[in-house]
């Protein structure tokens, strides 16, 4: 199966070139508020993509399905899947999808130490695809200006023990787009803008 991966595309979709391939995800972030007229383009570009599956999760700028639940539901056309803690198969690919990030100011889907593990226990043990917005700890998720990692430690402690996707997929640090391959999980973090928000990097093709 050829996974096209895109994340953090921030209003700026229509610029992408993207490949062909069986399934596209996006890793949240498609927009800059959640605004219903940003998402409503968003949700119109994203179904019209030839790809077989369409795949995506929200991310923190994406309030409109935190704050409006029902409505961004509602607005989801056919053949298009939102994941929010829940999954999908799909010819067999276990897929699952999580907007949560660890509290970072005030945006949508954060959640402190006290709550998040909570996100990350509900993940099936036989997940083959994890989508989350954000990064595990250490994995491709340093931003400037020192390099700090900023994923979450739990997210990491659950994929380093219970979990073992063939690939996660992340967006939300802009400045550390890339993938890493460790054993057999590959990592993408699939941001298409930059730290400047700049539209530079490709989507990321994956095999699973």
């Known amino acids: ?3 096209v991966c895109i994340s953090d595309t921030h209003n700026r979709h229509a610029e992408l070139r993207l490949p062909p391939g069986d399934v596209m995800i996006h890793a949240g972030d498609y927009s800059m508020q959640g605004h219903v007229a940003e998402t409503e383009a968003f949700l119109t570009w994203f179904a019209a993509q030839p790809h077989r599956y369409k795949i995506f999760i929200a991310g923190n700028h994406d309030f409109i399905f ?5 409505k961004a539901r509602a607005m989801v056309p056919e053949g298009v899947i939102y994941l929010e803690d829940e999954g999908v198969t799909l010819e067999g690919v276990r897929f699952w999808g999580s ?9 949508a889907f954060n959640h402190g130490p006290a709550t998040i593990g909570g996100y990350w226990d509900a993940i099936p043990d036989d997940t083959d695809v994890l989508i989350t917005h954000g990064p595990a700890y250490g994995v491709l998720d340093e931003v400037l200006p020192f390099g700090e990692e900023v994923g979450c430690p739990k997210l990491r402690a659950a994929l380093d023990t219970r979990l ?45």
Do not use: C
């Open 99 to 107: 907007p949560v990030t660890p509290t970072f100011f005030n945006w």
């Open 164 to 208: 073992h996707p063939k690939l996660h997929v992340f967006g939300h640090v802009h400045e550390n787009y890339g993938q890493l391959v460790d054993g057999t999980l590959t990592s993408v973090n699939a941001s298409f803008l930059n730290h400047l928000y700049l539209p530079v990097n490709a989507p990321v093709m994956t095999l699973t």
């Open 1 to 3: 199966m050829k996974i």
């Open 66 to 70: 935190e704050k409006r639940r029902k």
